[in-house]
């Protein structure tokens, strides 16, 4: 047998043949898409008249802002931490009201645990109630029931609901199925075997992505405030027309406070659940 | 006990033998029976289990050996109304199986044991085992943790009976292989069934685990007169173990007979997949 020099050499015309195979099984080729996100990004940036002259008046704008920051106004402090534990508060009370709304949801929206004309209907109406933005939810309830909180659990509550009945449905659809079929077999009903086979299961999960959920609700809750639906948010917005910033800055420094208190908080909390 | 040739050419135990002697004596009831039972898997062509016959008694020890996807475990499932057969009829603890309306009547009668625990793995042993009591428990009560004082001493006298009193409030996570089948064992002995069926209890267990378990099991049943039919891969535990052995191939019953009856000649009928192409 005579050895061939050329066998362990690549043949570029082979390569060339595999990448091109490769690009038809389902590989994007990058040079177009390359080009399609450079077109898209060039037709978007010249379509929404951007012009980067405005930004050095807005540095400047900006400096000014800050200024007007510092000293923050602490005479406002009652106000402040009125309105922020109302904030708290709504987070708090729509977080148990989605939580409540989203259980029954997510074990209606489970694949395991319902037939598919119970699950498929329920997954839908969470994705419409998560698709309606937040601030078009919290004015529909400012307009309906009037500003203050009352509208802004409602609006937080509905957005919450959509997000969490989704979390708890897939949690619910990942849990070990044997223990459920072994408790079907030992005669427990269709709630004992949700009781006992899934909920056991997956508890943690369902507090995990509930403490996430009350993170993102007291945020949430600060913007609504914009809108009129009640806590910290109003007196922000309220404050900024009146171009009392350092009133404002009493009140950024206490949300943010917050806002990590709570991150803390919630982290501590998910770790230690197994 | 009388011996029938089946079918196909291997051995079947008679269901019914009558001798003199025999009409005297009283004759143990029929707990499971099976008549042309045919099943089909959606999607799939072939048959998972073709069965003509099959009765077993109570207070039997059965075993259920044979290659694996030869139709054990599809088999058990039947028996214990998780699988609706194509066609036939199953009659388990004198009740015709119905899977859309079977009561937790009986279906609490009725143990299964399954393969790889059927766990919750974050509950403690003493949970998991009173989730046996469930078909008894109070539906509503039982969702809150209440259960009757009568099945709180059946949990922990069955973990007493798998040697686990010490670990009663431990996770089931926090145990080893041979601790976690001790409790799904105690589980089903807290349910007090009348028929235990085991898929494969042993199949994760070392050695001496695996005759531990299979001893524990035993012994449970005699000590219950609970008949129990159990799929196991280790032909030689079956044979010293249990009364009677049925090797179920390719989706039929090969051989029904009493561990004797389980030679070398038949033996490699089971496991031997080429002795059964080859001609004669």
């Known amino acids: 047998m005579t050895a061939t020099p050329n066998a362990a050499r690549p043949d570029p015309t082979h390569a060339a043949a595999v990448t091109s195979e490769a690009d038809a099984k389902g590989g994007l080729p990058i040079l177009p898409v390359t080009l399609l996100i450079l077109g898209l990004f060039a037709w978007s940036w010249w379509s929404l008249d951007v012009q980067v002259v405005k930004v050095e008046g807005a540095a400047k704008r900006l400096a000014q802002f800050f200024s007007g920051l510092v000293p923050p ?192 908080l919630s982290t501590w909390c998910r770790r230690r659940l197994r | 006990m009388a011996y029938l040739a089946d079918r196909e050419g291997g051995l079947r135990m008679d269901a019914y033998p009558r001798t003199a002697s025999d009409r005297s004596a009283p004759v143990a009831e029929t707990v499971v029976r099976l008549d042309h039972v045919q099943m089909r898997y959606p999607g799939q062509d072939t048959l998972a289990l073709d069965i003509e016959t099959l009765a077993v008694r109570e207070g039997e020890r059965v075993a259920l050996i044979g290659p694996s996807g030869g139709g054990k475990t599809t088999l058990l499932r039947l028996m214990n109304g998780t699988l609706s057969p194509t066609s036939g009829e199953i009659e388990v603890l004198g009740e015709r199986l119905n899977r859309s309306s079977q009561p937790r009547e009986q279906r609490r009668r009725t143990g299964m044991i399954f393969q790889g625990f059927a766990l919750v793995e974050r509950a403690t042993v003493l949970q998991n085992v009173l989730s046996g009591r469930l078909g008894y428990a109070h539906p509503w009560l039982s969702l809150f943790g209440r259960f009757s004082d009568e099945d709180r001493r059946l949990a922990r006298e069955a973990i007493a009976e798998v040697d686990l009193l010490a670990k009663m409030h431990a996770r089931v996570d926090s145990l080893s292989g041979g601790q ?13 069934p009348d028929l235990i069926l085991a898929d494969e209890p042993v199949s994760q267990l070392d050695p001496t685990l695996t005759l531990e378990i299979f001893d524990l099991l035993t012994r449970a049943c005699q000590r219950r007169a609970a008949t129990l039919i159990m799929a196991v891969h280790q032909p030689d535990l079956a044979l010293a173990h249990m009364e009677r052995i049925i090797a179920v191939k390719e989706a039929r019953i090969l051989v029904d007979g009493p561990p004797a009856a389980i030679d070398e000649g038949v033996r490699a009928r089971i496991y031997d997949r080429d002795a059964e192409r080859r001609p004669a």
């Not at chain 1, 977080?95 to 489970?110: R, Y």
């Not at chain 1, 309606?132 to 309830?141: K, N, Q």
């Open chain 1, 73 to 264: 106004d602490l005479t406002v402090m009652e106000t402040v931490l009125r309105s922020t534990v109302e904030t708290l508060q709504i987070a708090y009370v729509a977080t148990v009201l989605s939580a409540l709304l989203s259980l029954g949801a997510g074990l209606l929206a489970a694949a395991n645990l319902t037939p598919a004309w119970v699950h498929q209907p329920v997954k839908w109406v969470l994705g419409v109630m998560r698709g309606i933005p937040l601030i078009l939810v919290a004015l529909v309830f400012v307009v309906t029931i009037g500003f203050g909180a009352l509208a802004g659990v409602l609006a937080i509550t509905f957005h919450a609901t959509g997000m969490l009945g989704k979390f708890y449905a897939e949690a619910l659809e990942n849990a070990d199925p044997r223990p459920l079929e072994a408790l079907e077999s030992v005669g427990a009903s269709w709630a004992q075997r949700v009781r006992f086979g899934a909920l056991a299961q997956v508890a943690p999960d369902l507090v995990r992505d509930t403490l996430f959920r009350f993170e993102l609700n007291f945020r949430e809750s600060l913007v609504l405030g914009l809108v009129g639906a009640g806590g910290v948010g109003f007196y922000i917005q309220l404050y900024a027309r009146a171009f009392q910033y350092e009133k404002v800055a009493t009140l950024t420094l206490v949300v943010l406070l917050m806002v990590v208190l709570i991150e803390q």
């Open chain 2, 180 to 192: 976690r089948q001790r409790v799904a064992i105690a589980r089903v002995l807290a349910q007090a």
